[in-house]
């Protein structure tokens, strides 16, 4: 009889905005239960990625979603703050895979063998899946964070470089949740004394 290898796909989402925290996913898919219409998150429509959310999340073997904090991110810088994401939500994973499989050029270290797969999120069905997990709940924490800080508009560009949010950052200042590491936040701030 041979071992089913347990792979995990591991995927970020939220690097490039200016605002909110970095969120990870990773997924080991079932063989036994595939998934119809797995795709890299950013090709798919946000109805498409909230219906296929839910399936993911019945379907998988396990799942985990954590993320990096807007002060990890501003203290470690962007990259560190994801892989450290990527990690946590690794070892949130409640079955240990035997093997990880990274979207991108970089592994969080597991201590579990790793690849990084650049494009992984459009080869490797658990990576999509992982991509699709990590981008929803993404997008339901910056809707959260909309509630609180409103005039920003998160709910429509969560969080990333926009004109309508570089806007709303020059009229209402910085808040908590925007990454002062970031030059367009940065350059806002005011001089140090």
């Avoid at 925290?21 to 063989?31: E, F, K, N, Q, T």
């Avoid at 798919?44 to 999340?57: H, K, Y």
């Avoid at 969080?108 to 069905?125: F, L, N, Q, Y």
Wanted: proline share 6%.
């Amino acid at each position: 009889m041979t071992r089913i290898l347990l792979i995990c796909g591991v995927d970020e989402a939220g690097r490039g905005p200016l605002a909110g925290p970095v969120s990870a996913a990773a997924v080991i898919l079932d063989a036994a239960r595939p998934i119809e219409g797995l795709a890299d998150s950013k090709k798919l429509s946000e109805r498409q990625r909230d219906a296929l959310a839910p399936i993911i999340r019945e379907r998988a073997l396990a799942w985990a979603v954590a993320t990096a904090s807007v002060e990890e991110i501003d203290r470690l810088n962007i990259l560190q703050a994801t892989l450290l994401a990527m990690k946590r939500a690794v070892e949130g994973l409640q079955v240990q895979p035997q093997q990880v499989l990274v979207d991108g050029l970089y592994c969080p270290h597991t201590g579990i063998p790793s690849e990084a797969i650049v494009k992984g999120d459009s080869k490797v069905a658990a990576i999509s899946a992982a991509s699709i997990l990590a981008k929803t709940a993404r997008d339901e924490l910056m809707l959260g964070l909309h509630e609180q800080y409103p005039q920003y508009g998160f709910d429509g560009h969560k969080g990333y470089p926009t004109a309508a949010h570089l806007a709303a950052l020059r009229e209402h200042g910085v808040s908590d949740v925007h990454r002062r590491s970031f030059r367009p936040v940065r350059e806002l701030l005011p001089p140090a004394a």
